[in-house]
Antibody
Framework: QVQLVESGGGLVKPGGSLRLSCAAS????????MNWIRQAPGKGLEWVSH????????YYADSVKGRFTISRDNAKNSLYLQMNSLRAEDTAVYYC??????????????????WGQGSLVTVSS | DIQMTQSPSSLSASVGDRVTITCRTS??????LNWYQQKPGKAPKLLIY???SLQNGGPSRFSGTGSGTDFTLTISSLQPDDFATYYC?????????FGQGTKLEI
């Protein structure tokens, strides 16, 4: 069965760095776009970043652009999020999520069909 | 960025009720709209994709309609397990934005 397991969260001071990992199993990892999505305490969901199946294409939310870097290692079935220059507002549970693609007459659409359990990142002095 | 507006933000209902949640987008997104259910302390779970397709294993009491800018999620007969927060999400363009959520309470 499909499993996504995040790790690497924790407490970090403002301005610090952290690297999240997501270990994937139960599917052909290299066939799927992967995403990071976060949720601040008591708040809604915020999409953070995605990376293409090959790892060539990446995209970031404006709120993290220039500070976060998404990457993947298809040989290790792993997704990563390097987070630098962390701010208090980056405090959140970070989920990795698989994006499945479907085809429509208007083009391709995506949906997040599998999610990890989440990894809490707390940015505080 | 495409703005997503869900209504209502919260909703009180009873077991057996029919419930409708609305999601409106700031520009047309064809049918590229997904719905998720989230329970406290858990990851979101996909319910509906491409506006109206029920995810495998999803209960048939959940249905989605809409296209363009206006979408709805309907629960035909609320069950105790359905009390949760629901989010819409557009996949028409990046950044893929979520609605602010609708909390469904007893």
């Amino acid at each position: 069965q499909v499993q996504l397991v995040e790790s690497g969260g924790g407490l970090v001071k403002p301005g610090g760095s952290l690297r999240l990992s997501c270990a994937a199993s139960g599917f052909t990892f290299s066939d799927y776009y992967m995403n990071w999505i976060r949720q601040a305490p008591g708040k809604g969901l915020e999409w953070v970043s995605h990376i293409s199946d090959s790892g060539i294409t990446t995209y970031y939310a404006d709120s993290v652009k220039g500070r976060f870097t998404i990457s993947r290692d298809n040989a290790k079935n792993s997704l990563y999020l390097q987070m630098n220059s962390l701010r208090a507002e980056d405090t959140a549970v970070y989920y990795c999520a698989r994006a499945t693609r479907g085809a429509h007459s208007s083009g391709y659409f995506y949906y997040f069909d599998y999610w990890g359990q989440g990894s809490l990142v707390t940015v505080s002095s | 960025d495409i703005q997503m507006t869900q209504s209502p933000s919260s909703l009180s209902a009873s077991v057996g009720d029919r419930v409708t949640i609305t999601c409106r987008t700031s520009q047309s997104i064809s049918r590229f709209l997904n719905w998720y259910q989230q329970k406290p302390g858990k990851a979101p779970k996909l319910l509906i994709y491409a506006a109206s397709s029920l995810q495998n294993g999803g209960p048939s009491r959940f249905s989605g309609t809409g296209s363009g800018t206006d979408f709805t999620l309907t629960i035909s007969s609320l069950q105790p397990d359905d009390f949760a927060t629901y989010y819409c999400q557009q996949s028409y363009t990046s950044p893929q934005t979520f609605g602010q959520g609708t909390k469904l309470e007893i």
